[in-house]
T-cell receptor, first 111, second 114 residues
Framework: GENVEQHPSTLSVQEGDSAVIKCTYSDSASNYFPWYKQELGKGPQLIIDIRSNVGEKKDQRIAVTLNKTAKHFSLHITETQPEDSAVYFCAASFNDYKLSFGAGTTVTVRA | EPEVTQTPSHQVTQMGQEVILRCVPISNHLYFYWYRQILGQKVEFLVSFYNNEISEKSEIFDDQFSVERPDGSNFTLKIRSTKLEDSAMYFC????????????FGEGSWLTVV
């Protein structure tokens, strides 16, 4: 089955700096790569996703890049703000609903 | 914004007892899922449900687990005889369609088996 590795497990950044989280996946058939943000006491919330026919996608301060050849994808958050502090999960899937998640990255934005 | 709602938010149960976790998916969604996250581990897929039947299940989803859509709004996960290792956060999720749509997660039900 699919195996997703996520790094780093924790990330502390100064407010205004950028944060980058990287994930690798094992199954070359995977074609859907969402990123979820989980705040304390809440469920995962989708923040951005990318499909394998696209190399990069951007939504305001958040961007995701995908390298299918290398089987890795990354989340970039620019101009970080305190409200960006949360746990971020990457995931990969072949058929969209059976998501294989990474272990999560705890992001702390220092004011 | 529409959301997936789950009850209870936290349940403590004795080992061997039956537990039912409830979910109300987003109203126009057709695909329903359960995932779980054991403390300190990854979020894991359990089961998907469409058109009143299971469409796929993982190895974790053994005979102790069952799902049901008893009416037009609720989607339940039943654990027949709980074990200590069933302690986890259980997330319900739903999506409008397969292959093109976003999966929306509920806030989770934290199950503690003692």
């Amino acid at each position: 089955g699919e195996n997703v590795e996520q790094h780093p497990s924790t990330l502390s950044v100064q407010e205004g700096d950028s944060a980058v989280i990287k994930c690798t996946y094992s199954d070359s058939a995977s074609n859907y790569f969402p990123w979820y943000k989980q705040e304390l006491g809440k469920g995962p919330q989708l923040i951005i996703d990318i499909r394998s026919n696209v190399g990069e996608k951007k939504d305001q301060r958040i961007a995701v890049t995908l390298n299918k050849t290398a089987k890795h994808f990354s989340l970039h958050i620019t101009e970080t703000q305190p409200e960006d502090s949360a746990v971020y999960f990457c995931a990969a899937s072949f058929n969209d609903y059976k998501l294989s998640f990474g272990a999560g990255t705890t992001v702390t934005v220092r004011a | 914004e529409p959301e997936v709602t789950q009850t209870p938010s936290h349940q403590v149960t004795q080992m061997g007892q039956e537990v039912i976790l409830r979910c109300v998916p987003i109203s126009n969604h057709l695909y329903f899922y359960w995932y779980r996250q054991i403390l300190g581990q990854k979020v894991e897929f359990l089961v998907s449900f469409y058109n009143n039947e299971i469409s796929e299940k993982s190895e974790i989803f053994d005979d102790q687990f069952s799902v049901e859509r008893p009416d037009g709004s609720n989607f339940t996960l039943k654990i027949r005889s709980t074990k200590l290792e069933d302690s986890a956060m259980y997330f319900c999720a739903s999506s409008e369609e397969r292959n093109t749509n976003t999966i929306y997660f509920g806030e989770g039900s934290w199950l503690t088996v003692v």
